[in-house]
T-cell receptor, first 110, second 115 residues
């Protein structure tokens, strides 16, 4: 059974204080690892897909990286508008569905 | 281009009543997913349709839950009878199946409260 564990559960940062969120996974053959952002009262919003170890993707202040066991979402000089819950999900090779972690709730204070 | 549309956005009902949640996927997407999100269990897949056919319903909690997709632009999730433990946010997501870039796009969700 695929497993996704995200840490920490919650993270509070000051504006400009860089940090990383972790997503550890266990899957029998990784088809893709997905990062989503979820704002309160809204549906998850797609950020990145990573397909192979060593791959990196960037979007504004966010950079996602992937190894064979985990993925990191690095947040550089965050702003209050980066406050949200960040969800990680994996897709197994040969399957169409995703297994989600429980997310990291990020709060960035001005 | 409109995203995934869900209705109603909020539903409050009493235990034992029938509840129907609706979803309109993004035009051109051929896969549709229903999820349930709670604080305790996070985001869980209930059922997955491909080209309007149910492919994986292993996440449907029990016989009280049923889902249909009569055409490519509409799906329903029905709970009958509803119970307080069904209270959660239900999301619909759709996807266009491709070799690469096969991300799912989520709707705004329906917050269900069963009293």
């Amino acid at each position: 059974e695929d497993q996704v564990t995200q840490s920490p559960e919650a993270l509070r940062l000051q504006e400009g204080e860089s940090s990383s969120l972790n997503c550890s996974y266990t899957v029998s053959g990784l088809r893709g690892l997905f990062w989503y952002r979820q704002d309160p009262g809204k549906g998850p919003e797609f950020l990145f897909t990573l397909y192979s170890a060593g791959e990196e993707k960037e979007k504004e202040r966010l950079k996602a990286t992937l190894t064979k066991k985990e993925s990191f979402l690095h947040i550089t000089a965050p702003k209050p508008e980066d406050s949200a819950t960040y969800l990680c999900a994996v897709q197994r090779t040969g399957y169409s569905t995703l297994t989600f972690g429980k997310g990291t709730m990020l709060l960035v204070s001005p | 281009d409109a995203g995934v549309i869900q209705s109603p956005r909020h539903e409050v009902t009493e235990m034992g009543q029938e509840v129907t949640l609706r979803c309109k996927p993004i035009s051109g997407h051929n896969s549709l997913f229903w999820y349930r999100q709670t604080m305790m269990r996070g985001l869980e897949l209930l059922i997955y349709f491909n080209n309007n056919v149910p492919i994986d319903d292993s996440g449907m909690p029990e016989d009280r839950f049923s889902a249909k997709m009569p055409n490519a632009s509409f799906s329903t999730l029905k709970i009958q009878p509803s119970e307080p433990r069904d209270s959660a946010v239900y999301f619909c997501a759709s996807r266009r199946d491709r070799v690469m870039r096969n991300e799912q796009f989520f709707g705004p969700g329906t917050r269900l409260t069963v009293l």
